[in-house]
């Protein structure tokens, strides 16, 4: 309990900011794919209009990211990547706990919000509370797919997030990624990468088509991309959890920075010490 109130605001601002995503991703989608919508009516080809989401999501991550709330939090917004930074000894197990369960709620709570704002035009096809499911090439695809980007992702943060030359720029390589993804990815799965983001669809609609692929695979890839990360630069090469650790912001993971936002070559130091 100590723990959790001393860390409620990094939860709560985990879960503003996948609610805020599911937000983005609903409102977004509607204003693409409803078939009434004036801007639907006006792009015929899908592929353009998914490139425009793909803008319009990758945008919101980067937004997010580079948010108050982001640089403090963290920004992982996802479980797999919880879960991967805690396997590379960098998130304490309380905290892992937490950040999942407030994931899921603040994803949850942003789809709801977008059911009450939108109605119909959000809840039935073809927007269907924007749920991922395998794309026409099946499951088999759709698994691969969520590997995949997972995998890629979870590496270009460590490559990013862990070079003093380039951590700054990690949330512009996420989101830069997530633009790609949404046109490229997305037909094979419907670009989840995110048990959580997943389970903020799948619940309200109850569709659960192939759910347990999506609560797999994105751990599973980013796990093999840590691993891989690992083996290449050693064990010692992960030095935050955060990806945008360049602010001033509070840090209450196991960190390797010091206050000006430095690699610290040290042992890291108790969150009661250097890293506040």
């Known amino acids: 309990m100590e723990t959790f109130k001393k860390h409620l605001p990094e939860y709560l601002m985990e879960a503003a900011e996948l609610g805020i ?30 490139f425009f989401i793909g803008i319009a999501m990758g945008l919101t991550a980067i937004a997010l990211i580079y948010s ?11 479980p797999a990547v919880t879960l991967t930074f805690y396997r590379l ?33 959000f809840t039935q096809p073809p927007i269907n509370y924007v749920v991922t499911v395998p794309g026409t090439l099946g499951w088999v695809a759709a698994l691969l797919g969520e590997l ?85 630069f050693g064990k010692r090469a992960v030095k935050c959890a955060k990806l945008h650790h360049d602010n001033h912001k509070r840090c209450i993971f196991r960190c390797d920075y010091n206050r000006n936002g430095n690699i610290d070559l040290s042992d890291s130091l108790p969150i009661s010490g250097k890293n506040l």
């Open 68 to 78: 108050p709330w982001g640089k403090q939090s963290g920004a992982h917004m996802n």
């Open 148 to 232: 995949v980007i997972a995998f890629i992702m979870m590496m270009t943060v460590l490559l990013t997030s862990n070079n003093q030359k380039l951590n700054r720029f990690t949330g512009l390589f996420s989101g830069c990624l997530v633009m790609l993804y949404v046109f490229l990815e997305a037909p094979l799965s419907g670009f989840g990468m995110n048990p959580a983001r997943t389970f903020a669809s799948a619940f309200p609609s109850q569709i659960w088509t192939a759910f347990w692929l999506y609560v797999i695979a994105p751990p599973v890839g980013m796990l093999l991309g840590s691993t891989l990360y690992q083996y290449l």
């Open 21 to 50: 995503f599911m937000i983005s991703a609903g409102v977004f989608t509607c204003i693409f794919e409803y078939p009434g919508s004036p801007i639907h009516q006006a792009i015929y080809n899908g592929d353009l209009r998914r």
């Open 89 to 121: 000894g960098k998130v304490k197990q309380q905290d892992v706990i937490f950040y999942i369960l407030f994931q899921c709620l603040g994803g949850l709570l942003g789809v709801y919000l977008v059911a009450l704002l939108l109605g119909k035009v």
